[in-house]
């Protein structure tokens, strides 16, 4: 979240910025010095001074120098972001969690249809946990454990390996790769395989992915 601002006076000032839910002051940022007279930005990552991302909802943030004090606005956050960035689809019963499969496995995700290309964004921020290729069955997939979660979120078949590293950090809505037909989606078309697993067990993903849907 970028905070912009611009201080009044002729002196450079400390600056301090607060984020504010129903009257709880959840985040602080401190600015040494500013300058006044120019336009000036700070980031929010949307996390509390703890370190914990803040929950869904509505924020006031609050900009004080010198004494005085402003609103620089509200913003209402998300934690969680629809992951496939264009027009989609769903496979219908054979994509739908739990379909059954060769050799009696089952499906573990849900499948979202898509055009080879559209853009797949991260549903949460968290870190990257794997990075690899699987010529039998995911192609090219990244697993994400969600920060401050107990879940894992797992993309498959992915047009190119992302470009995002074993432990990396990646923030909620950043481009982590493009939706492909690699492994044995090369037979089905295009789409994305979807897993979360919670406490290590998959659990069906479509009911977070409609909801997600709905304002994402």
């Given at each position: 979240?970028?905070?912009?601002?611009?201080?009044?006076?002729?002196?450079?000032?400390?600056?301090?910025?607060?984020?504010?839910?129903?009257?709880?002051?959840?985040r602080?940022?401190?600015?040494?010095?500013?300058?006044?007279?120019?336009?000036?930005?700070?980031?929010?990552?949307?996390?509390?001074?703890?370190?914990?991302?803040?929950?869904?909802?509505?924020?006031?943030?609050?900009?004080?120098?010198?004494?005085?004090?402003?609103?620089?606005?509200?913003?209402?956050?998300?934690?969680?972001?629809?992951?496939?960035?264009?027009?989609?689809?769903?496979?219908?019963?054979?994509?739908?969690?739990?379909?059954?499969?060769?050799?009696?496995r089952?499906?573990?995700?849900?499948d979202?249809?898509?055009?080879c290309?559209?853009?797949?964004?991260?549903?949460?921020?968290?870190?990257?946990?794997?990075?690899?290729?699987?010529?039998?069955?995911?192609?090219?997939?990244?697993?994400?454990?969600?920060?401050?979660?107990?879940?894992?979120?797992?993309?498959?078949?992915?047009?190119?390996?992302?470009?995002?590293?074993?432990?990396?950090?990646?923030?909620?809505?950043?481009?982590?790769?493009?939706?492909?037909?690699?492994?044995?989606?090369?037979?089905?078309?295009c789409?994305?395989?979807?897993?979360?697993?919670?406490?290590?067990?998959?659990?069906?993903?479509?009911?977070?992915?409609?909801a997600?849907?709905?304002?994402?």
């Amino acid at each position: 979240m970028r905070i912009a601002y611009r201080l009044s006076g002729s002196a450079p000032a400390d600056v301090t910025i607060t984020v504010w839910r129903s009257g709880e002051q959840l985040r602080t940022i401190d600015v040494r010095q500013a300058q006044p007279g120019k336009d000036l930005v700070e980031r929010w990552d949307g996390l509390t001074d703890a370190g914990r991302p803040v929950a869904d909802g509505t924020y006031k943030l609050v900009v004080a120098a010198g004494g005085s004090k402003k609103e620089a606005g509200k913003v209402t956050l998300r934690r969680h972001f629809f992951p496939v960035r264009g027009p989609h689809g769903r496979r219908g019963p054979v994509g739908d969690f739990g379909a059954p499969r060769d050799g009696g496995r089952v499906h573990k995700g849900f499948d979202v249809t898509a055009r080879c290309g559209t853009p797949l964004a991260a549903v949460t921020a968290g870190t990257v946990v794997k990075r690899a290729y699987d010529p039998r069955l995911d192609g090219n997939f990244i697993v994400l454990r969600g920060l401050g979660e107990r879940r894992k979120y797992w993309y498959a078949h992915m047009l190119h390996p992302s470009r995002f590293q074993k432990g990396e950090l990646v923030h909620v809505g950043e481009i982590v790769g493009n939706v492909g037909r690699t492994g044995n989606a090369r037979t089905v078309g295009c789409h994305l395989h979807l897993e979360i697993h919670l406490n290590g067990r998959p659990i069906d993903p479509e009911p977070s992915l409609r909801a997600w849907d709905r304002y994402s």
